[in-house]
């Protein structure tokens, strides 16, 4: 049970490539999210999922795509990388808990660090 | 904005003390969670307290909540050099999303 895998854990890229960072998941879980994660700015919501074929946009989705094409894996893809984008990228994925299903507890991947020249 | 706001930002003790966080957040919520991470790590979830909980107890953790002062804190007592990590707090905003804070950093020196 590998839990949440993110590939690749470092990429360097220059302005204006594209790339796709790969989340994966084995718990079944009906929820991935993706965060940014900058100095003194905590997580931040990119884009998250409510299930297979679903996405909707958090707090920062500009910039960013996603897909959750099978319910094990959520990509994010940068189309026109920007040196804006230079972050710690994590996935996570989750489940509703409690007698309504009003917690959602999240698991975390490992992260992806990403440097945009 | 941030909904939950952690304080202090950063925090050094020795081993064998208490280590005291706080979170405050701005909106009605229905639970609170904390989250650790080491460093170079993803989160890891360590407990949950419902808005209808005052306190709660894990271990060598124990967190409040005081719904009137919208804040939380997380005490870990008999710190160890393991408890190196930073600590979050996440409130939940709609259904499927959770806001989390800034983070504590917290240093406990051996």
């Known amino acids: 049970n590998a839990g949440v895998t993110q590939t690749p854990k470092f990429r360097v890229l220059k302005t204006g490539q594209s790339m796709t960072l790969l989340c994966a998941q084995d718990m079944n879980h009906e929820y991935m999210y993706w965060y940014r994660q900058d100095p003194g700015m905590g997580l931040r919501l990119i884009h998250y999922?409510?299930?297979?074929?679903?996405?909707a946009k958090g707090e920062v989705p500009d910039g960013y795509n996603v897909s959750r094409l099978k319910k094990q894996n959520f990509l994010l893809g940068l189309e026109s990388a920007a040196p804006s984008q230079t972050s710690v990228y994590f996935c996570a994925s989750g489940y509703l808990t409690g007698t309504g299903g009003e917690h959602n507890i999240q698991y975390f991947g490992a992260g992806t660090r990403l440097s945009v020249l | 904005s941030q909904q939950g706001e952690e304080d202090p930002q950063a925090l050094s003790i020795q081993e064998g003390e208490n280590a005291t966080m706080n979170c405050s957040y701005k909106t009605s919520i229905n639970n609170l969670q904390w989250y650790r991470q080491n460093s170079g790590r993803g989160l890891v979830h360590l407990i949950l307290?419902?808005?209808?909980?005052r306190e709660k107890h894990s271990g060598r953790l124990r967190v409040t909540l005081d719904t009137s002062k919208k804040s939380s804190s997380l005490l870990i007592t008999a710190s160890r050099a393991a408890d190196t990590a930073s600590y979050f707090c996440a409130t939940r905003s709609g259904t499927y999303k959770y806001i989390f804070g800034t983070g504590t950093r917290l240093k406990v020196l051996a």
């Open positions: 999922s409510v299930g297979e074929g679903t996405t």
């Open positions: 307290i419902r808005s209808n909980e």
